[in-house]
Protein backbone atom coordinates (compact mmCIF):
# COMPACT_ATOMS: atom_id res chain seq x y z
CA UNK A 1 0.00 0.00 0.00
CA UNK A 2 1.62 3.49 -0.95
CA UNK A 3 1.06 6.30 1.68
CA UNK A 4 2.12 9.63 1.17
CA UNK A 5 4.40 10.75 3.63
CA UNK A 6 2.65 13.49 5.10
CA UNK A 7 0.08 15.69 3.36
CA UNK A 8 -0.61 19.74 2.77
CA UNK A 9 -1.75 21.92 0.45
CA UNK A 10 -4.29 19.77 -2.64
CA UNK A 11 -5.42 20.75 -5.95
CA UNK A 12 -7.13 18.97 -8.46
CA UNK A 13 -4.80 19.22 -11.88
CA UNK A 14 -5.80 19.21 -15.41
CA UNK A 15 -5.81 15.20 -15.82
CA UNK A 16 -8.74 15.42 -12.91
CA UNK A 17 -5.88 13.90 -10.39
CA UNK A 18 -5.60 15.36 -6.64
CA UNK A 19 -1.93 16.51 -6.57
CA UNK A 20 -0.38 16.67 -2.85
CA UNK A 21 2.52 19.03 -1.69
CA UNK A 22 4.33 17.05 0.66
CA UNK A 23 6.07 19.49 2.95
CA UNK A 24 8.77 17.19 5.42
CA UNK A 25 9.10 14.74 2.39
CA UNK A 26 10.17 17.53 -0.32
CA UNK A 27 8.11 16.58 -3.19
CA UNK A 28 4.68 16.07 -4.85
CA UNK A 29 2.56 13.41 -5.30
CA UNK A 30 -0.92 12.86 -7.31
CA UNK A 31 -3.53 10.75 -6.26
CA UNK A 32 -6.19 9.05 -8.37
CA UNK A 33 -8.81 9.59 -6.10
CA UNK A 34 -11.62 7.08 -7.46
CA UNK A 35 -8.34 3.84 -6.75
CA UNK A 36 -5.95 5.36 -4.35
CA UNK A 37 -3.18 5.17 -6.59
CA UNK A 38 -0.18 7.66 -5.92
CA UNK A 39 2.26 8.49 -8.19
CA UNK A 40 5.22 11.34 -7.32
CA UNK A 41 5.47 13.37 -10.18
CA UNK A 42 7.92 15.87 -8.26
CA UNK A 43 10.41 13.90 -6.24
CA UNK A 44 12.68 14.68 -3.78
CA UNK A 45 16.14 16.07 -5.12
CA UNK A 46 14.80 18.30 -7.51
CA UNK A 47 14.97 21.97 -7.07
CA UNK A 48 11.80 22.34 -4.88
CA UNK A 49 12.68 21.80 -1.15
CA UNK A 50 9.95 22.39 0.89
CA UNK A 51 6.53 22.21 -0.90
CA UNK A 52 3.71 23.72 1.52
CA UNK A 53 1.14 24.23 -1.15
CA UNK A 54 0.40 24.69 -5.22
CA UNK A 55 -2.32 25.57 -7.72
CA UNK A 56 -2.53 25.36 -11.23
CA UNK A 57 -2.61 28.12 -13.94
CA UNK A 58 -4.84 28.11 -16.97
CA UNK A 59 -2.24 26.62 -19.30
CA UNK A 60 -1.76 23.91 -16.54
CA UNK A 61 0.89 25.06 -15.33
CA UNK A 62 1.75 24.00 -11.61
CA UNK A 63 2.54 26.74 -9.37
CA UNK A 64 4.27 25.81 -6.09
CA UNK A 65 5.42 27.71 -2.79
CA UNK A 66 8.32 26.40 -1.60
CA UNK A 67 7.72 27.67 2.39
CA UNK A 68 11.48 26.98 3.55
CA UNK A 69 13.99 28.61 1.34
CA UNK A 70 10.90 31.62 0.35
CA UNK A 71 10.92 30.20 -3.48
CA UNK A 72 7.83 30.32 -5.56
CA UNK A 73 7.83 27.71 -8.59
CA UNK A 74 6.51 27.56 -12.03
CA UNK A 75 6.36 23.55 -13.07
CA UNK A 76 5.41 23.68 -16.98
CA UNK A 77 3.26 20.92 -18.09
CA UNK A 78 6.41 19.73 -20.03
CA UNK A 79 8.07 19.25 -16.34
CA UNK A 80 10.51 22.20 -16.31
CA UNK A 81 10.91 24.33 -13.53
CA UNK A 82 11.33 28.18 -13.37
CA UNK A 83 11.51 30.59 -9.99
CA UNK A 84 8.88 32.68 -10.36
CA UNK A 85 10.01 35.11 -7.10
CA UNK A 86 12.58 34.44 -4.23
CA UNK A 87 10.68 37.45 -2.32
CA UNK A 88 8.13 36.13 -0.67
CA UNK A 89 9.77 35.22 3.22
CA UNK A 90 7.85 31.90 4.16
CA UNK A 91 5.03 31.32 1.34
CA UNK A 92 2.72 29.11 1.71
CA UNK A 93 -1.17 29.67 0.88
CA UNK A 94 -1.28 30.13 -2.73
CA UNK A 95 -4.18 30.75 -5.59
CA UNK A 96 -4.77 30.84 -9.22
CA UNK A 97 -7.28 33.79 -10.69
CA UNK A 98 -6.88 33.01 -14.48
CA UNK A 99 -3.46 33.90 -15.50
CA UNK A 100 -3.07 35.70 -12.28
CA UNK A 101 -1.20 34.21 -8.96
CA UNK A 102 -1.56 35.05 -5.62
CA UNK A 103 0.29 34.17 -2.55
CA UNK A 104 0.49 34.96 1.02
CA UNK A 105 3.41 34.96 4.10
CA UNK A 106 2.79 32.56 6.85
CA UNK A 107 5.04 35.01 9.47
CA UNK A 108 3.50 37.51 11.59
CA UNK A 109 3.10 40.62 10.01
CA UNK A 110 2.82 38.33 6.72
CA UNK A 111 1.44 39.86 3.17
CA UNK A 112 -0.85 38.88 0.25
CA UNK A 113 1.06 39.13 -2.83
CA UNK A 114 -0.01 39.02 -6.42
CA UNK A 115 3.25 37.51 -8.63
CA UNK A 116 4.17 38.08 -11.84
CA UNK A 117 5.19 35.00 -13.84
CA UNK A 118 6.96 36.87 -16.64
CA UNK A 119 8.61 39.55 -14.74
CA UNK A 120 8.05 42.49 -12.41
CA UNK A 121 7.98 43.40 -8.60
CA UNK A 122 5.49 41.79 -6.06
CA UNK A 123 2.28 43.78 -5.73
CA UNK A 124 1.57 44.06 -1.95
CA UNK A 125 -2.50 43.26 -1.47
CA UNK A 126 -2.63 43.02 1.86
CA UNK A 127 -0.11 43.24 5.16
CA UNK A 128 -0.47 42.65 8.59
CA UNK A 129 -1.09 38.89 8.67
CA UNK A 130 -0.74 36.96 11.40
CA UNK A 131 0.16 33.81 9.66
CA UNK A 132 -1.17 33.34 6.86
CA UNK A 133 -2.41 29.98 4.78
CA UNK A 134 -4.62 28.35 2.45
CA UNK A 135 -6.62 31.05 0.57
CA UNK A 136 -8.94 31.30 -2.25
CA UNK A 137 -11.20 33.36 -4.58
CA UNK A 138 -15.10 33.99 -3.44
CA UNK A 139 -17.88 34.12 -5.42
CA UNK A 140 -17.83 37.71 -5.12
CA UNK A 141 -14.44 38.48 -6.61
CA UNK A 142 -12.87 38.57 -3.63
CA UNK A 143 -9.45 36.74 -1.96
CA UNK A 144 -10.32 35.13 1.29
CA UNK A 145 -7.66 34.63 3.45
CA UNK A 146 -6.98 32.95 7.19
CA UNK A 147 -5.00 35.21 9.88
CA UNK A 148 -4.05 31.20 11.67
CA UNK A 149 -3.02 33.26 15.11
CA UNK A 150 -5.89 35.47 15.70
CA UNK A 151 -9.04 33.16 14.35
CA UNK A 152 -10.12 35.40 11.37
CA UNK A 153 -10.59 35.43 8.00
CA UNK A 154 -10.62 38.11 5.48
CA UNK A 155 -10.72 39.13 2.32
CA UNK A 156 -9.77 41.77 -0.38
CA UNK A 157 -10.43 42.88 -3.93
CA UNK A 158 -8.02 41.49 -6.41
CA UNK A 159 -7.14 45.04 -7.87
CA UNK A 160 -6.55 46.70 -4.77
CA UNK A 161 -8.34 47.96 -1.74
CA UNK A 162 -8.46 47.83 2.68
CA UNK A 163 -9.04 43.84 3.62
CA UNK A 164 -12.41 43.09 5.28
CA UNK A 165 -12.79 41.53 8.06
CA UNK A 166 -15.40 38.36 7.31
CA UNK A 167 -15.15 36.10 10.10
CA UNK A 168 -13.80 36.08 13.69
CA UNK A 169 -13.81 33.41 16.31
CA UNK A 170 -12.72 30.78 13.99
CA UNK A 171 -11.38 27.88 15.91
CA UNK A 172 -7.53 27.64 14.90
CA UNK A 173 -8.37 28.57 10.83
CA UNK A 174 -5.58 26.77 9.11
CA UNK A 175 -7.65 27.08 4.92
CA UNK A 176 -10.51 28.72 3.48
CA UNK A 177 -11.79 26.96 0.72
CA UNK A 178 -14.96 27.61 -1.16
CA UNK A 179 -17.50 24.21 -2.54
CA UNK A 180 -18.92 24.20 -5.79
CA UNK A 181 -21.90 25.92 -4.53
CA UNK A 182 -19.92 28.91 -3.11
CA UNK A 183 -20.18 28.21 0.61
CA UNK A 184 -17.73 29.25 2.46
CA UNK A 185 -15.15 26.36 4.43
CA UNK A 186 -13.22 27.12 6.70
CA UNK A 187 -10.86 24.29 8.35
CA UNK A 188 -8.90 24.50 11.60
CA UNK A 189 -5.65 22.72 12.38
CA UNK A 190 -6.45 21.51 15.72
CA UNK A 191 -7.00 17.72 17.28
CA UNK A 192 -10.69 17.96 16.54
CA UNK A 193 -10.24 18.53 12.77
CA UNK A 194 -13.25 21.14 12.86
CA UNK A 195 -14.79 22.61 9.50
CA UNK A 196 -16.94 25.71 9.70
CA UNK A 197 -19.61 26.60 7.31
CA UNK A 198 -20.29 29.98 6.86
CA UNK A 199 -23.15 31.65 5.55
CA UNK A 200 -21.41 35.07 3.58
CA UNK A 201 -24.64 36.70 3.51
CA UNK A 202 -26.05 35.99 7.15
CA UNK A 203 -23.36 34.90 8.77
CA UNK A 204 -24.73 31.72 10.20
CA UNK A 205 -22.74 29.15 10.81
CA UNK A 206 -22.58 25.47 10.99
CA UNK A 207 -19.12 23.16 12.57
CA UNK A 208 -19.03 19.76 11.84
CA UNK A 209 -16.48 17.71 13.66
CA UNK A 210 -13.91 15.59 11.42
CA UNK A 211 -12.19 13.99 13.62
CA UNK A 212 -9.24 14.85 11.54
CA UNK A 213 -6.07 15.55 13.47
CA UNK A 214 -4.09 18.48 12.26
CA UNK A 215 -6.38 19.05 8.87
CA UNK A 216 -4.20 21.15 6.11
CA UNK A 217 -6.43 21.80 3.21
CA UNK A 218 -9.08 20.49 1.23
CA UNK A 219 -10.37 20.72 -2.55
CA UNK A 220 -13.50 19.71 -4.10
CA UNK A 221 -14.40 17.85 -7.79
CA UNK A 222 -16.40 18.17 -10.24
CA UNK A 223 -18.80 16.59 -7.72
CA UNK A 224 -18.52 18.88 -5.18
CA UNK A 225 -16.77 16.03 -2.58
CA UNK A 226 -14.68 17.66 -0.43
CA UNK A 227 -11.38 15.90 0.04
CA UNK A 228 -8.92 16.99 3.08
CA UNK A 229 -5.39 16.41 3.96
CA UNK A 230 -3.44 16.53 6.80
CA UNK A 231 -0.11 18.05 8.01
CA UNK A 232 -0.47 15.80 11.23
CA UNK A 233 -1.13 12.40 10.12
CA UNK A 234 -0.78 12.52 6.50
CA UNK A 235 -3.51 10.70 3.91
CA UNK A 236 -6.20 12.08 1.88
CA UNK A 237 -9.77 11.34 2.91
CA UNK A 238 -13.56 12.19 1.55
CA UNK A 239 -15.40 14.11 4.00
CA UNK A 240 -19.24 14.24 4.44
CA UNK A 241 -20.91 17.36 4.86
CA UNK A 242 -22.20 15.26 8.49
CA UNK A 243 -18.27 14.81 9.56
CA UNK A 244 -17.98 11.26 8.50
CA UNK A 245 -14.78 10.66 6.52
CA UNK A 246 -13.86 7.66 3.92
CA UNK A 247 -9.94 7.28 3.65
CA UNK A 248 -8.69 7.58 -0.03
CA UNK A 249 -5.16 7.09 0.49
CA UNK A 250 -4.03 5.51 4.34
CA UNK A 251 -2.95 7.52 7.31
CA UNK A 252 0.95 7.37 7.79
CA UNK A 253 3.67 9.00 10.06
CA UNK A 254 5.07 12.09 8.63
CA UNK A 255 8.21 11.04 10.04
CA UNK A 256 8.31 9.49 12.27
CA UNK A 257 11.69 9.95 14.11
CA UNK A 258 12.44 8.75 17.44
CA UNK A 259 10.80 5.55 19.28
CA UNK A 260 10.37 3.94 22.05
CA UNK A 261 8.43 0.76 24.05
CA UNK A 262 7.05 0.59 26.83
CA UNK A 263 4.31 -1.32 28.57
CA UNK A 264 3.75 -3.52 25.55
CA UNK A 265 2.65 -0.04 23.70
CA UNK A 266 5.07 1.79 20.72
CA UNK A 267 5.42 5.15 21.27
CA UNK A 268 6.48 7.69 18.34
CA UNK A 269 8.34 10.72 18.15
CA UNK A 270 6.36 12.26 14.75
CA UNK A 271 7.06 15.73 14.14
CA UNK A 272 3.57 17.09 14.94
CA UNK A 273 2.53 14.36 17.11
CA UNK A 274 3.10 12.38 20.11
CA UNK A 275 1.86 8.44 18.98
CA UNK A 276 1.55 6.59 22.10
CA UNK A 277 0.01 2.75 20.94
CA UNK A 278 -3.05 3.61 19.18
CA UNK A 279 -3.68 7.55 20.37
CA UNK A 280 -2.22 10.22 18.62
CA UNK A 281 -1.65 13.60 20.13
CA UNK A 282 -0.31 17.17 19.09
CA UNK A 283 3.15 18.05 20.06
CA UNK A 284 5.14 20.21 19.33
CA UNK A 285 8.07 19.44 16.73
CA UNK A 286 8.55 16.55 18.96
CA UNK A 287 11.71 14.48 17.31
CA UNK A 288 13.28 12.18 20.08
CA UNK A 289 11.30 10.06 22.93
CA UNK A 290 12.45 7.58 25.87
CA UNK A 291 9.79 5.79 27.96
CA UNK A 292 10.73 4.99 31.68
CA UNK A 293 8.06 4.34 34.93
CA UNK A 294 5.16 5.15 33.55
CA UNK A 295 7.07 8.46 31.74
CA UNK A 296 7.61 9.59 27.92
CA UNK A 297 10.44 11.98 28.07
CA UNK A 298 10.84 14.17 24.43
CA UNK A 299 12.65 16.38 22.79
CA UNK A 300 11.83 18.80 20.17
CA UNK A 301 12.90 21.01 17.52
CA UNK A 302 12.35 23.94 19.58
CA UNK A 303 15.20 23.15 21.69
CA UNK A 304 12.72 21.81 24.64
CA UNK A 305 12.74 18.30 26.66
CA UNK A 306 9.74 17.88 28.53
CA UNK A 307 8.43 15.03 30.61
CA UNK A 308 5.10 13.33 29.97
CA UNK A 309 2.62 11.01 32.43
CA UNK A 310 1.41 8.70 30.97
CA UNK A 311 -1.45 8.20 33.85
CA UNK A 312 -2.48 11.98 34.71
CA UNK A 313 -1.30 13.15 30.87
CA UNK A 314 -0.02 15.79 32.52
CA UNK A 315 3.65 17.76 30.70
CA UNK A 316 6.48 19.41 32.91
CA UNK A 317 8.69 21.10 31.11
CA UNK A 318 12.65 19.63 32.03
CA UNK A 319 15.03 22.28 30.10
CA UNK A 320 14.98 24.65 27.41
CA UNK A 321 17.25 26.79 25.16
CA UNK A 322 18.68 23.21 23.65
CA UNK A 323 20.31 23.55 20.09
CA UNK A 324 18.48 20.77 17.99
CA UNK A 325 18.04 17.88 20.36
CA UNK A 326 17.16 14.50 18.94
CA UNK A 327 17.50 11.17 20.73
CA UNK A 328 17.64 10.65 24.54
CA UNK A 329 17.64 8.19 27.01
CA UNK A 330 17.01 7.37 30.79
CA UNK A 331 20.48 6.40 32.85
CA UNK A 332 19.84 3.95 35.58
CA UNK A 333 19.91 6.55 38.31
CA UNK A 334 16.76 8.24 36.26
CA UNK A 335 18.92 11.04 35.36
CA UNK A 336 17.94 11.86 31.29
CA UNK A 337 20.49 11.91 28.50
CA UNK A 338 19.92 14.16 25.10
CA UNK A 339 22.14 14.06 22.38
CA UNK A 340 22.27 18.25 21.22
CA UNK A 341 23.23 17.79 17.67
CA UNK A 342 23.38 21.20 17.16
CA UNK A 343 25.36 22.37 19.57
CA UNK A 344 28.10 19.02 19.26
CA UNK A 345 27.45 18.25 22.99
CA UNK A 346 25.77 15.48 24.89
CA UNK A 347 23.69 17.35 28.19
CA UNK A 348 22.00 15.72 31.70
CA UNK A 349 18.74 16.43 32.91
CA UNK A 350 18.63 15.69 36.52
CA UNK A 351 15.58 15.38 38.59
CA UNK A 352 15.82 19.24 39.88
CA UNK A 353 16.35 19.97 35.90
CA UNK A 354 19.60 21.16 36.38
CA UNK A 355 21.08 20.45 33.06
CA UNK A 356 25.09 19.34 33.05
CA UNK A 357 27.14 18.85 30.26
CA UNK A 358 28.95 15.17 29.62
CA UNK A 359 30.42 15.81 26.63
CA UNK A 360 31.38 18.48 23.81
CA UNK A 361 33.37 18.84 20.54
CA UNK A 362 31.21 16.67 18.97
CA UNK A 363 30.61 16.90 14.98
CA UNK A 364 27.03 16.28 15.44
CA UNK A 365 25.55 13.72 18.12
CA UNK A 366 21.98 12.53 17.14
CA UNK A 367 21.30 9.99 19.84
CA UNK A 368 22.29 8.01 23.28
CA UNK A 369 22.30 4.48 25.00
CA UNK A 370 23.07 3.01 27.89
CA UNK A 371 24.37 -0.49 29.39
CA UNK A 372 24.23 -0.15 33.21
CA UNK A 373 26.40 2.83 33.70
CA UNK A 374 27.87 3.01 30.72
CA UNK A 375 26.77 5.23 27.76
CA UNK A 376 26.89 5.37 23.92
CA UNK A 377 26.32 8.23 21.40
CA UNK A 378 26.36 7.63 17.98
CA UNK A 379 28.03 10.74 15.67
CA UNK A 380 26.46 11.02 12.43
CA UNK A 381 29.15 13.95 10.43
CA UNK A 382 31.99 11.65 12.20
CA UNK A 383 30.37 8.36 10.93
CA UNK A 384 31.20 6.32 14.40
CA UNK A 385 29.69 5.17 17.66
CA UNK A 386 31.45 6.77 20.84
CA UNK A 387 31.75 6.45 24.21
CA UNK A 388 30.23 8.71 26.40
CA UNK A 389 33.13 8.81 29.41
CA UNK A 390 35.63 9.10 27.25
CA UNK A 391 34.92 9.81 23.89
CA UNK A 392 36.85 7.00 22.46
CA UNK A 393 35.80 5.29 19.40
CA UNK A 394 33.60 2.18 19.67
CA UNK A 395 33.53 2.08 15.68
CA UNK A 396 34.32 4.32 12.95
CA UNK A 397 33.44 5.02 9.54
CA UNK A 398 30.00 4.57 9.23
CA UNK A 399 27.76 6.33 6.89
CA UNK A 400 25.18 8.71 9.05
CA UNK A 401 24.82 6.18 12.07
CA UNK A 402 21.84 7.10 13.83
CA UNK A 403 19.23 5.48 16.25
CA UNK A 404 21.61 3.26 19.23
CA UNK A 405 19.71 0.54 21.14
CA UNK A 406 21.28 -2.28 23.72
CA UNK A 407 20.66 -5.76 23.29
CA UNK A 408 22.28 -8.32 25.03
CA UNK A 409 25.14 -6.14 25.94
CA UNK A 410 25.44 -5.84 21.74
CA UNK A 411 24.98 -2.13 20.83
CA UNK A 412 22.67 -2.01 17.76
CA UNK A 413 23.15 1.36 15.75
CA UNK A 414 20.79 2.23 12.34
CA UNK A 415 23.37 3.47 9.87
CA UNK A 416 20.98 5.00 7.27
CA UNK A 417 23.61 5.97 4.97
CA UNK A 418 23.85 2.17 4.00
CA UNK A 419 20.19 1.85 4.92
CA UNK A 420 21.09 -0.85 7.53
CA UNK A 421 21.32 -2.41 11.07
CA UNK A 422 24.76 -2.98 12.86
CA UNK A 423 25.46 -5.14 15.76
CA UNK A 424 28.90 -3.83 17.42
CA UNK A 425 30.75 -5.91 20.31
CA UNK A 426 31.96 -3.14 22.28
CA UNK A 427 35.35 -4.56 23.46
CA UNK A 428 36.69 -5.91 19.73
CA UNK A 429 34.35 -3.43 17.70
CA UNK A 430 33.70 -6.04 15.67
CA UNK A 431 30.36 -5.52 13.62
CA UNK A 432 27.93 -7.55 12.50
CA UNK A 433 24.78 -6.51 10.01
CA UNK A 434 21.70 -7.53 11.27
CA UNK A 435 19.36 -5.98 8.75
CA UNK A 436 19.11 -4.33 5.05
CA UNK A 437 17.44 -2.55 2.33
CA UNK A 438 15.94 -0.56 5.00
CA UNK A 439 13.75 1.93 4.41
CA UNK A 440 15.44 4.97 6.00
CA UNK A 441 16.99 7.99 4.58
CA UNK A 442 16.62 9.69 1.93
CA UNK A 443 16.60 7.35 -1.44
CA UNK A 444 19.80 6.50 -2.89
CA UNK A 445 21.40 9.36 -4.96
CA UNK A 446 18.91 11.95 -3.45
CA UNK A 447 20.39 14.80 -1.19
CA UNK A 448 18.90 17.30 0.16
CA UNK A 449 20.39 20.76 1.57
CA UNK A 450 20.35 20.90 5.25
CA UNK A 451 18.24 24.23 5.71
CA UNK A 452 18.31 26.83 8.72
CA UNK A 453 16.67 25.27 11.68
CA UNK A 454 14.46 28.27 11.57
CA UNK A 455 13.51 30.70 9.12
CA UNK A 456 11.57 33.72 10.20
CA UNK A 457 10.80 32.29 13.18
CA UNK A 458 8.84 29.35 11.42
CA UNK A 459 10.97 25.91 12.06
CA UNK A 460 12.26 24.70 9.05
CA UNK A 461 12.81 21.22 7.71
CA UNK A 462 13.96 19.13 10.46
CA UNK A 463 17.04 16.13 9.03
CA UNK A 464 15.84 12.37 9.32
CA UNK A 465 16.49 10.83 12.47
CA UNK A 466 15.89 7.02 12.33
CA UNK A 467 14.99 6.13 16.34
CA UNK A 468 15.61 2.81 17.30
CA UNK A 469 14.29 0.71 20.44
CA UNK A 470 14.29 -2.80 21.68
CA UNK A 471 11.69 -5.28 23.75
CA UNK A 472 12.76 -7.28 26.30
CA UNK A 473 12.70 -10.76 24.24
CA UNK A 474 14.83 -8.71 21.69
CA UNK A 475 12.25 -7.63 19.02
CA UNK A 476 13.33 -4.10 17.59
CA UNK A 477 11.10 -1.08 16.35
CA UNK A 478 12.79 1.46 13.79
CA UNK A 479 11.68 4.49 12.60
CA UNK A 480 11.32 3.59 8.72
CA UNK A 481 11.51 7.84 7.77
CA UNK A 482 11.93 6.70 4.24
CA UNK A 483 8.52 5.47 3.86
CA UNK A 484 6.26 6.85 6.65
CA UNK A 485 5.90 3.91 9.42
CA UNK A 486 7.81 2.06 12.00
CA UNK A 487 9.13 -1.57 11.38
CA UNK A 488 9.21 -4.34 13.29
CA UNK A 489 12.44 -6.62 13.79
CA UNK A 490 11.40 -9.54 15.02
CA UNK A 491 14.21 -12.25 16.41
CA UNK A 492 14.38 -15.28 14.09
CA UNK A 493 17.45 -18.12 14.48
CA UNK A 494 19.55 -15.99 16.91
CA UNK A 495 20.43 -12.87 15.63
CA UNK A 496 18.88 -12.70 12.67
CA UNK A 497 15.16 -11.26 12.20
CA UNK A 498 12.32 -10.72 9.98
CA UNK A 499 10.60 -7.60 9.43
CA UNK A 500 7.21 -5.97 9.19
CA UNK A 501 5.31 -2.36 9.38
CA UNK A 502 3.37 -2.23 11.90
CA UNK A 503 2.80 1.58 12.93
CA UNK A 504 1.55 3.29 9.45
CA UNK A 505 -0.43 5.93 11.24
Same mark, same amino acid.
Given at each position: ????????? /????????????????????????????????? =????????????????????? /?????????????????????????????? /???????????????????????? !??? !????????????? %????? =???????????????????????????????????????????????????????????????????? /????????????????????????????????????????????????????????????????????????????????????????????????????????????????????????????????????????????? %????????????????????????? !????????????????? !???????????????????????????????????? =????????????????????????????????????????????????????????????????? =???????????????
Amino acid at each position: MKRLWGSNG /IAFGPDGRLYVAQFLAGQISAVDVATGDVEVVV =PQGGPVQSPDDLAFGSDGSMY /ITDLVPGWVWRRSPAGEYSLVSDQVAVPNG /IATVGDRLFVNEMKLDGRVLELFP !DGG !DPRVLADGLMMGN %AMQLG =PDGCLYYPHMLTGQVFRVPLDGGAPELVAENVHEPVAVRFDRGGVLMVLSRGDAGFVTRIDLAGGERT /IVRSGVLGLDNAAFDNENRMFVSSFASGGIAELHPDGRTRQIVAQSRVGPYGVAVSGGRVHVADHYTLVNGDKREMFVFVHGVAAADGFLHTASQYGDVRTYDLADGSVRMRASGLNRPVGLAVREDGVLVVAEAGAGRVV %AVDGDDAVTVLAEGLACPVDVAFDG !DTGYVSDEERGAVLRLD !DGSPVVEGLSAPQGLAIRDGEVLVVETGERRLLAIN =PPTGETRVEADNLAVGLPPGVTRTDPALFTHGMPGVPRPFAGLAVEPDGTLHICANAEGGVLRLS =PVDGRQTSGSVVDEG
